[in-house]
């Protein structure tokens, strides 16, 4: 019964380790969040850094989103986004000689100018926290 108990206890103490270890509290990850720098609010927001795709949802204007996790990303992703119900896209043509960022945390800020083109409208910056 001794034994039981010793294997039971080291089986909780693995799981709460894992989970203490979980991807989400890694430091060692990219991790990106998303500030609208716009006047505009913005819905359905989906990254795809090629490292990984995220779903954003919503940001009203000046608000940031939470980090979300990538396995790898550079310093302009993909962006498709709503305005007024119009999708709005960033469209990398692609990265050729760009470098991939390092551990840590990032935010792209986006701006949305007066545009109402679908591939001109939307700008990106990145910026290390």
Same mark, same amino acid.
């Given at each position: 019964m001794? +034994? +039981?108990? =010793? %294997? @039971?206890? *080291? %089986? $909780?103490i693995l799981v709460f380790y894992f989970i203490a270890c979980s991807p989400e509290? !890694? #430091? =060692? *990850?990219v991790r990106i969040r998303l500030k609208n720098s716009s006047t505009y609010t913005m819905t359905d927001i989906l990254v795809n850094t090629s490292g990984g795709q995220q779903f954003y949802g919503d940001l009203e204007p000046n608000q940031k989103s939470v980090y979300k996790i990538f396995e790898f990303a550079y310093s302009y992703a993909f $962006? #498709? @986004?709503? %305005? /007024? !119900?119009?999708? /709005?896209? @960033?469209?990398?043509i692609d990265y050729v000689g760009e470098t991939v960022l390092q551990d840590g945390n990032y935010t792209y800020e986006i701006y949305a100018n007066e545009s109402g083109n679908q591939y001109d409208k939307l700008s990106i910056k990145l910026i290390q926290d």
């Amino acid at each position: 019964m001794k +034994l +039981l108990h =010793t %294997i @039971l206890g *080291s %089986i $909780v103490i693995l799981v709460f380790y894992f989970i203490a270890c979980s991807p989400e509290d !890694n #430091e =060692t *990850s990219v991790r990106i969040r998303l500030k609208n720098s716009s006047t505009y609010t913005m819905t359905d927001i989906l990254v795809n850094t090629s490292g990984g795709q995220q779903f954003y949802g919503d940001l009203e204007p000046n608000q940031k989103s939470v980090y979300k996790i990538f396995e790898f990303a550079y310093s302009y992703a993909f $962006v #498709e @986004l709503k %305005i /007024y !119900n119009r999708t /709005y896209t @960033l469209q990398p043509i692609d990265y050729v000689g760009e470098t991939v960022l390092q551990d840590g945390n990032y935010t792209y800020e986006i701006y949305a100018n007066e545009s109402g083109n679908q591939y001109d409208k939307l700008s990106i910056k990145l910026i290390q926290d």
